[in-house]
């Protein structure tokens, strides 16, 4: 009998799970009748929560209308509608909507509408794209060549575009062993000397995810580090592309996180939250000048067969219609108090837990092996995805990565959907502290900690 007669489905591994038998809220239940409380949103993307009814009966709307045209045939009016609600709620600079369906599909979009443009421009050069390390951006080609996540990329190296990275502030680990603000921010202004070295002429962008995601485990960087950032690509001549794929959509606590300084990209990444796992959706959002430039020297060559299809986009109108009108944003800012007062409380309490970090309802505890050293656990301990399997094992949903590359760093990412109350981000504290006790015994019988 062949090895994959029973479940020929495989993805990166051969890891056993359960089978799910419905969602609803902010849970989850396995075929067992097993209750998880997601408190990842799956892969963060769930903002909204499972089984939203205005989403539900927008689908059923739309499947008696039209599920699919092409773009280039038809136009349909949830995408145009759509594409208004995001530029009246975005900066005024961010004026034109490119549809995708999926996170690296929007950051392969961005670097080649920020290429056209500098094409467009007749500066040919300009094609090298910083980005920041670690960082993620996608598991496409193009996507994989800006991030900065050693066990995704190492394997690929040979397919990928060398592109240049300058470290990410990454403050309790400091590139530089700097302390902020004495550190004068050498992080951003690292930038302006990367940008120096390859030679403006041939630098075309810079792309961060203005807080962190899966890398670095909800990293929130200094106040004035993307102001400083700003200044110096418009110095350089070199375009700012904040991938919010992660953070956009209220996660943060923000409608999108570039508000938290006002510092507007030139070009923004939009995917997980925007259909909130209802429907593949993704999003560019840029500025007109950038579009006209791209369209009036010949059109934008690029595009994919899904892109901007009527379900998709009534699916995404009807999510963003939820973040509004429930002010799902300013949910997760204060559940997000609740919830790191929460972390905090638990990093008082176990020793393993050596920084809490995050913004609204992305947030991150980085575990540590020695809490005075910051000295993180050995890699083939895999401390975070052991944290990961007692909270599942106890009904809760938790994310695990590491912040050193990949290679190193045990972080889990704690992001429950934005709908969530303060009775259940208790519950889940609960159910997270009880997780923390048992591995902490685990560490301690096994000899890891003291
Ligand atoms: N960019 C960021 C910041 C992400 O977190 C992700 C996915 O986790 C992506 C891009 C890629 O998105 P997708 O998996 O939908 O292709």
């Known amino acids: ?61 739309q499947a008696e209308s039209t ?25 005024p600079r961010l004026e034109r909507v490119f549809y995708v369906s999926g996170g690296s599909e929007a950051v392969e979009s961005a670097i080649k509408l920020c290429r056209s443009y500098y094409r467009a421009r007749k500066q040919e050069g300009k094609h090298i794209f910083i980005s920041r390390s670690p960082s993620y951006h996608g598991s496409t080609l193009g996507a994989l060549a800006l991030t900065s996540y050693a066990p995704l990329e190492i394997p690929y190296r040979p397919l990928l575009k060398a592109s240049p990275k300058i470290p990410a502030p990454y403050c309790y680990r400091c590139h530089y062993g700097k302390t902020y603000p004495s550190c004068d ?28 995601g899966a890398s670095t485990g909800a990293l929130v960087p200094p106040d004035d580090y993307f102001s400083v950032i700003r200044d110096i690509c418009d110095r350089h001549d070199v375009l700012l592309i904040f991938d919010e794929v992660m953070t956009g959509f209220g996660r943060t606590g923000k409608l999108f ?36 430039s791209v369209l009036s020297a010949g059109g934008f060559p690029h595009g994919y067969t899904y892109a901007g299809n009527p379900m998709a986009c009534a699916v995404g109108l009807a999510v963003f219609d939820e973040i509004i009108n429930n002010q799902l944003s300013a949910n997760a800012e204060t559940m997000g108090c609740h919830l790191k007062s929460g972390l905090r409380n638990l990093a008082d309490k176990y020793e393993i837990i050596g920084e809490v970090r995050g913004q609204g309802l992305l947030t991150a505890i980085e575990l540590v092996q020695n809490k005075p050293n910051r000295t993180p656990f050995g890699p083939e301990l895999t401390a975070g995805s052991m944290l990961t399997e007692i909270a599942f094992s ?34 889940l504290l609960t159910i997270l502290d009880e997780s923390l006790e048992e591995i902490t015994q685990v560490l301690k019988k096994n000899g890891s900690i003291a």
């Open 67 to 91: 599920f699919f045209t092409y773009r280039t045939q038809f136009e349909n009016a949830p995408a145009v509608r759509l594409a208004q609600r995001l530029v009246e709620h975005t900066s």
């Open 257 to 292: 996180a570039y508000e938290h300084w006002q510092v507007v990209p030139d070009i923004m990444a939009l995917s997980k939250g925007m259909a909130s796992g209802y429907y593949p959706l993704g999003a560019v959002v840029t500025s007109g000048k950038i579009v006209d």
């Open 185 to 212: 921010l050498a992080c951003a202004h690292a930038l302006e000397q990367e940008i120096i070295e390859q030679g403006a002429d041939n630098v075309a962008g810079f792309i961060a995810e203005p807080i962190g």
């Open 394 to 427: 106890k009904g809760l949903i938790i994310y695990p990565r590491r912040s050193i590359n990949g290679l190193k760093g045990d972080h889990v990412l704690i992001a429950p959907p934005i709908i969530i109350s303060k009775t259940q981000v208790f519950d």
């Open 1 to 61: 009998m062949k090895h994959t007669e029973s479940n020929p489905l495989f993805y990166q591994t051969n890891a056993h799970i359960p089978i799910v038998s419905h969602a609803k809220g902010i849970y989850i239940w396995d075929e067992s009748g097993k209750k998880y409380l997601d408190g990842s949103s799956g892969a963060i993307i769930c903002n909204i929560g499972h089984a939203n009814q205005s989403v539900i009966a927008a689908i059923k709307q």
